[in-house]
């Protein structure tokens, strides 16, 4: 199985900082690499996919990055909304695999 | 727009089988565009991928529950299912079902999730 690896598994910030969150697999996965968004008690959602493309209705201030075995996600200027628990999910060879997450917390 | 429904037991005991439904509604089950999934996610911790099934009922499982998996579909119902045997304690989760595209393998619908105990 690919290992997804996300840091930092905790990330505080306040509204409108700039923030990164990285996300390394454990061999190339091309750019093969989803980000999705999850608030608590509620499902996933995506953000990105294959890297870097925004999904349809996603904010503008969110952008991912990279290929082969390290990736970002990158929020140019938090929003209050976008305090939640981000994961990366690999799809470039079964099975899927997930990155542990990374909360984001107000400071 | 499309939806997707968990339905099933929100309790199950050690050893017994966990049985769970997800009713589409929306958008056809029997697209050749999509796969039809289980996600599962153990209270206060990460995504586990369990397994896709294609309207013709081919299935790609993880290898870490393939001996305990099974998904099936209803193409007349626009329903898919799991099933997982012997559950142990580890298997208390929320179980989300997902739509996976075919030609790429990101999800882009997820249902609720319905979190489903193993207890006695």
């Known amino acids: 199985d690919i290992q997804m690896t996300q840091s930092p598994s905790t990330l505080s910030a306040s509204v409108g900082d700039r923030v990164t969150i990285t996300c390394r697999a454990s061999q190339s996965i091309n750019t093969w690499l989803a980000w999705y968004q999850q608030k608590p008690g509620k499902a996933p959602n995506l953000l990105i996919y294959?890297?870097?493309s925004l999904e349809s209705g996603v904010p503008s201030r969110f952008g991912g990055s990279g290929s082969g075995t390290e990736f970002t996600l990158t929020i140019s200027s938090l929003h209050p909304d976008d305090f939640a628990t981000y994961y990366c999910q690999q799809y470039y060879s079964y099975p899927y695999t997930f990155g542990q997450g990374t909360e984001l917390k107000i400071k | 727009q499309l939806q997707l429904q968990e339905s099933g037991p929100g309790l199950v005991k050690p050893s017994e089988t966990l049985s769970l439904t997800c009713t589409v509604s929306g958008g056809s089950i029997s697209s050749t565009s999509y796969y039809w999934g289980w996600i599962r996610q153990p209270p206060g911790k990460g995504l586990e991928w369990i397994g896709i099934?294609?309207?013709?009922?081919?299935?790609f499982y993880n290898p870490s529950l393939k001996s305990r998996v099974t998904i099936s579909v209803d193409t007349s119902k626009e329903q898919f299912s799991l099933k997982l045997s012997s559950v142990t304690a580890a298997d208390t989760a929320v179980y989300y079902c997902?739509?996976?595209?075919?030609?790429?393998?990101?999800?882009?619908?997820w249902g609720q999730g319905t979190l489903v105990t193993v207890s006695s």
């Open positions: 099934i294609f309207y013709s009922g081919s299935t």
């Open positions: 294959k890297a870097s």
């Open positions: 997902v739509r996976q595209g075919y030609s790429y393998g990101y999800i882009d619908y």
